[in-house]
């Protein structure tokens, strides 16, 4: 029987999770997440042939996992003003539990090399946005939302707002204030409430 590698994947990703919040994504190269978790080089090498492919996959499983959980919270409640409140609030929730990944997510995927992703790589992040933002088109129209204007109001309030409170916080090097979360509800409710 063959025994488990030594350096898994995901022991591989979480230090290139690691350098990229303390240094950007110019701080993960594969000599330097194989330095981090003390493997030779070889073991990156193995399960990333280059380091596009490591970019991607470190940018494509921090997202994913967000998403995962944001696309929860918008499907769950019945209501959709109690969901849209529940994804602004659930966006500094998220941050604050994942403060690495938030910093990470934070550069957006061109600074970890999105133009030179494999095409199953971008098709990835491509199905995983259009989820999301079908998700959220959806919503709108559940809340009334008509025109232009009144979708884009929507987008402003699960999704610009709560990543701009979070943004100012963590780029600060700061925690994120207790009151956080309920601020990004009231923000989303009032931006909603005239639809």
Excluded: C
Excluded at 140 to 163: C, I, K, M, N, S
């Amino acid at each position: 029987m063959a025994r488990p590698p030594r350096y898994d994947t995901s022991l591989l990703l979480d230090a290139a999770v690691r350098l990229a919040a303390e240094g950007g994504p110019a701080a993960v190269t594969m000599a330097a997440v194989a330095k981090a978790v003390g493997a030779p080089s070889g073991s990156v090498y193995h399960r990333f042939p280059s380091r596009s492919a490591l970019m991607a996959e470190v940018w494509l499983r921090t997202v994913e996992r967000f998403q995962e959980g944001y696309v929860a919270v918008l499907t769950a409640s019945g209501d959709p003003g109690q969901a849209a409140v529940a994804a602004s609030r659930h966006v500094v929730a998220w941050s604050r539990t994942h403060r690495e990944e938030t910093a990470l997510l934070l550069h957006g995927p061109e600074a970890f090399g999105r133009g030179a992703w494999s095409p199953e790589q971008a098709e990835r992040a491509d199905a995983g946005n259009r989820r999301l933002f079908g998700r959220i088109a959806a919503l709108a129209a559940e809340l009334g939302a008509r025109h232009p204007a009144q979708t884009e109001r929507v987008a402003l309030a699960l999704v610009d707002l709560p990543l701009a409170l979070v943004r100012r916080h963590v780029r600060g090097g700061g925690l994120l204030p207790a009151h956080a979360e309920q601020l990004a509800a009231d923000s989303t409710a009032l931006l909603l409430s005239d639809l």
